[in-house]
């Protein structure tokens, strides 16, 4: 580890690099370096990882005043499989925290044998030769081949030799007959193929028939992963008699182009500088000229792109107890993946730290001390690595944005609600660094409460994956480098999938003109939004007196009624999508003292007499009198008619 100063160039407290270090194949026992510029304000600390553990300096390995790694004589050990390749990265650190460069691969030059040899071979005159090596070399070999141990004439345009390994010989002649091997290079080594045997066979006059032959395609085009601004060689080679023309297109029809396009010999496609948009499926086809027979064969190319962040983490200061939004958004081919470091240390989610959108925002909550660091985000993927950072500061607030405005939200299914607000005035947007959007079901705690942030450009989300039926509270609060903003107005939403069932309710008559009503609560939270209680006085036909009650209430007292009077409680439960079915019952104020329950159906009153009072009794002798006074003057009078 090395201490140093540097003076202040811009940020002073904070720390960026001005160089990090790069991909690099080293040479065994000579030195190496690797780059490391810092800047920010000091003291600032600098050391090496190495497969993420320290790089210990002295005689072997030393860091420069500059933060530069030198290797004094790198090495390779056969006896112990012991190497100082590996993935190198620098970290730099100052009182305010630490940073962690990008990863750099660093590799050991090497060339060993050939996996494949050329093999020996009989052509027809006139006819194609195809020997091909292969050898696994870092860097890549230069490959070059020779013909009796001479250098083959690449002047004969007859011959092309691709990158890949490949000698190709059209219109073979007796004099190309001979003794062919490969000669492989790099800064490793040189390296000899298995010597092969090519033999032109037959001889054909001038005065011959030609025999015709249909086009055949002896190599085509072989599946390719290559990076961008890599150069693609696309393999063709075909025969038959006349000689076809070779041909190139994509099976989706685009056109190829011709910017860094290049034909090698009689049909390979070579792609220099190649980009993203020549990702596809090449087809080769071998035409017979002059008709429409041909012979195609098909090769993938996929061109692959390290990160590129197209939104980075921006520094921010916030007071105690506040919150802080950083967002990190990378792009390349495949898909990166994002991680976060806090202080060069991979960053843990906690009660306080949440990452959203697919670790593409990052949310400190209850900012204390603790969380006043230097965080990075790391964008990864087979093509490469990238980094960013953003500082987070502990500052004394003076002025925060405004509470959001029209707030609304809007059921789309059964599992998704969308919620839009106002957007401010351009010139409050401009202090503004993101939203966050506050969810929890109607009636639970506050610590089950769920945060998503969005960026300060968008003003529409959509919350998914939301259980149906299901009654939602809604809040949302503007972040600016200071802090948040009070909370919007709360907004209460339910998803798609239908209203409330019946509840079940209990009354009780307390005296002669007040009765108490409660009811259950469902089980779950988010189910009902509130309830309605309305009564009549029987036989009056109209309910009168409704109060609305929210989801967390399950009791209300009547009062003011008329005595020994009969009336019909209904209650019904609701939520966003409307009313569930009501459930009623009757209750006698002349029951002073009694309760009962009811399920869903409105009880007969008559059976209900195990618990009467001597009144109910009274009530129904006279009622029977009645009636067997009204039977006999019936009987009478029909009688007396006869």
């Not at 004589?73 to 190497?83: G, I, L, P, V």
């Amino acid at each position: 580890m090395l201490l140093f100063s540097l003076p202040v160039l811009g940020r002073a407290s904070e720390l960026a690099f001005l160089k990090e270090p790069n991909d690099v194949i080293a040479v065994r026992d000579r030195p190496l370096m690797l780059d490391c510029q810092v800047e920010g304000e000091g003291p600032i600390s600098v050391m090496w990882r190495r497969n993420g553990v320290s790089v210990p300096t002295g005689p072997k390995a030393s860091v420069l005043a500059n933060g530069t790694l030198l290797i004094k004589s790198f090495q390779k050990r056969r006896e112990s499989n012991e190497t100082d390749a590996g993935e190198y990265a620098c970290a730099a650190q100052n009182h305010y925290g630490m940073l962690i460069s990008r990863k750099a691969r660093v590799q050991l030059a090497s060339l060993p044998k050939f996996h494949i040899h050329p093999e020996s071979m009989s052509v027809d005159e006139g006819g194609v030769a195809r020997l091909t090596c292969q050898v696994n070399g870092i860097p890549e070999a230069s490959i070059s081949w020779e013909k009796n141990r001479t250098a083959v004439n690449t002047d004969d345009n007859r011959y092309t030799i691709l990158p890949t390994g490949i000698l190709q010989i059209t219109g073979v002649r007796r004099a190309d007959s001979g003794v062919y091997r490969c000669v492989a290079t790099n800064i490793a080594n040189t390296r000899y193929s298995h010597e092969a045997q090519l033999t032109v066979t037959g001889k054909r006059s001038l005065a011959a028939p030609r025999i015709y032959k249909e086009p055949v395609i002896l190599s085509g085009p072989q599946n390719l992963t290559i990076t961008v601004h890599q150069t693609a060689i696309l393999e063709c080679i075909a025969t038959g008699n006349p000689r076809p023309i070779v041909s190139w297109s994509r099976l989706d029809g685009r056109s190829i182009g011709v910017e860094g396009i290049q034909v090698l010999g009689t049909g390979n496609l070579m792609i220099s500088d190649a980009n993203l948009q020549h990702s596809g499926v090449y087809v080769c086809s071998a035409n017979r000229p002059g008709t429409r027979m041909r012979r195609t064969a098909l090769g993938r190319l996929v061109v692959q792109a390290p990160p590129e962040f197209l939104q980075w983490p921006q520094s921010v200061s916030r007071p105690a107890g506040s919150s802080a939004v950083f967002t990190c958004m990378a792009q390349g081919v495949p898909e990166p993946h994002l991680i976060w470091l806090k202080n060069g240390k991979i960053l843990t989610p906690g009660d306080n730290v949440k990452l959203t959108n697919n670790n593409s925002t990052l949310a400190v909550t209850r900012i204390t001390t603790d969380d006043e660091a230097i965080y990075q985000c790391i964008a990864e993927n087979s093509a490469g690595t990238n980094q960013a950072s953003a500082r987070l500061a502990l500052t004394q607030s003076t002025e925060l944005p405004e509470a959001p405005q029209d707030l609304t939200a809007t059921a789309l299914s059964p599992t998704t609600l969308q919620l839009t607000w106002a957007q401010p005035a351009p010139e409050v947007t401009d202090g503004i660094i993101g939203y966050v959007l506050h969810i929890r079901m109607l009636g639970e705690p506050d610590s089950r409460e769920l945060q998503e942030a969005v960026s300060k450009t968008t003003f529409q989300h959509d919350f998914t994956t939301l259980e149906p039926a299901t009654t939602y509270s809604i809040y949302l609060k503007a972040y600016s480098p200071l802090g948040a903003s009070q909370q919007s107005s709360t907004v209460v939403a339910t998803t798609l999938g239908g209203v409330p069932s019946s509840p079940s309710f209990f009354t009780k008559v307390l005296n002669k003109t007040a009765m108490q009503v409660f009811w259950e609560l469902p089980s779950k939270s988010g189910k009902v939004e509130g309830f309605k209680l309305s009564y009549r006085k029987v036989p009056q036909p109209n309910f009168q007196g409704q109060e609305v009650f929210p989801g967390h209430i399950n009791t209300h007292t009547i009062s003011h009624l008329e005595p020994t009077a009969v009336y019909e409680i209904q209650l019904v439960a609701y939520n966003g999508n409307g009313d569930g079915t009501a459930n009623k019952r009757l209750v006698s104020l002349a029951e002073s003292g009694t309760s009962a329950k009811t399920s869903g159906q409105s009880p007969c009153n008559c059976k209900q007499e195990d618990e009467g009072s001597m009144t109910g009794i009274v009530v129904g002798i006279h009622t029977g009198m009645a009636c067997i006074i009204f039977c006999v003057l019936f009987l009478m009078f029909g009688y007396r008619r006869r």
